[in-house]
C-alpha cells in the first residue's frame, strides 16, 4: 500500500496562475480532506469529502475548488494564486468519522510570488 | 479565535527523562482528542488519542492525560529518545456532533528536542 500520495512535492507559482494539487489513497477510504500548514500554525481544514461526489466547506475554502469523481482521487484546484496561498498543503484520508485515525500524505509545498 | 492551544512552541529534553507536552482547548463541546507527530518534509501520523470519557488513555511509552474540567490535556512520553524528536500536534473533534463530526482542530504544534 501507498497510502495517501500527493503530487506535486515542490511548485512555485506567478500571481493569478492556477493549478491542481493531486492527492490518492489506496486504502480505500471513504473521507478525504485538504488541510493547509502555514508558517508556525497548526493545520487549516480547507475542504472534505464523505465519499464520491460528496463534498464540504472546512475552516478556510476561500481561493479553491474541490472534486470527488472517484473513491481513490481528490484535487484541490487553485484559481488565481495569492501569496496569501502560499503554505504547505496536506491531503488526508480516513475511513470515517473523526475518531478514525486520519492518515496524511507528505505535503506539497507551494509558493506564490 | 483558537480553539485548541499549544502555548510552549518548543520543549527540550534529555534522553531517558520524561517529556510532557501540554494542550488546552476552550470549546468545551469537543469530546475527542488526538495528538500527531510530524517529522521535518513529512505529512503528520497518528500517535495516540482519548475519548472524553476517559482521562487515561496509555500506549507504550506514550500516555495522554485529560482533564475535562481545566480544558486540559498533555502527552507523557517516558523514557524520551531521540527519535521522537518532532512536531508534535494537538487536535480535537466533536466526534458525536452529526456533520461536524468529520473536522480536526489543531493547535500549533511543540517542537519536541530530545537531546541525546
Known amino acids: 500500500n501507498a497510502g495517501v500520495t500527493q503530487t506535486p512535492k515542490f511548485r512555485i507559482l506567478k500571481i493569478g496562475q492556477s493549478m491542481t494539487l493531486q492527492c490518492a489513497q489506496d486504502m480505500n477510504h471513504n473521507y478525504m480532506y485538504w488541510y493547509r500548514q502555514d508558517p508556525g500554525m497548526g493545520l487549516k481544514l480547507i475542504y472534505y469529502?464523505?465519499?464520491?461526489?460528496?463534498?464540504d466547506k472546512g475552516e478556510v475554502p476561500n481561493g479553491y475548488n474541490v472534486s470527488r469523481s472517484t473513491t481513490e482521487d481528490f484535487p484541490l484546484r487553485l484559481e488565481l494564486a495569492a501569496p496569501s496561498q502560499t503554505s504547505v498543503y496536506f491531503c488526508?484520508?480516513?475511513?470515517?468519522?473523526?475518531?478514525?485515525?486520519?492518515?496524511f500524505g507528505p505535503g506539497t509545498r507551494l509558493t506564490v510570488l | 479565535d483558537q480553539q485548541v492551544k499549544q502555548n510552549s512552541p518548543s520543549l527540550s529534553v534529555q534522553e531517558g527523562r520524561i517529556s510532557i507536552l501540554n494542550c488546552d482547548y476552550t470549546n468545551s463541546m469537543f469530546d475527542y482528542f488526538l495528538w500527531y507527530k510530524k517529522y521535518p518534509a513529512e505529512g503528520p501520523t497518528f500517535l495516540i488519542s482519548?475519548?472524553?470519557?476517559?482521562d487515561k488513555n496509555e500506549d507504550g511509552r506514550f500516555t495522554v492525560f485529560l482533564n475535562k474540567s481545566a480544558k486540559h490535556l498533555s502527552l507523557h512520553i517516558v523514557p524520551s529518545q531521540p527519535g521522537d524528536s518532532a512536531v508534535y500536534f494537538c487536535a480535537a473533534s466533536l466526534s458525536n456532533s452529526g456533520g461536524s463530526n468529520y473536522k480536526l482542530t489543531f493547535g500549533k504544534g511543540t517542537l519536541l528536542t530530545v537531546n541525546p
Open positions: 469529502s464523505v465519499g464520491a461526489g460528496i463534498t
Open positions: 488526508a484520508s480516513s475511513f470515517g468519522t473523526a475518531t478514525d485515525t486520519q492518515y
Open positions: 482519548i475519548s472524553s470519557i476517559k
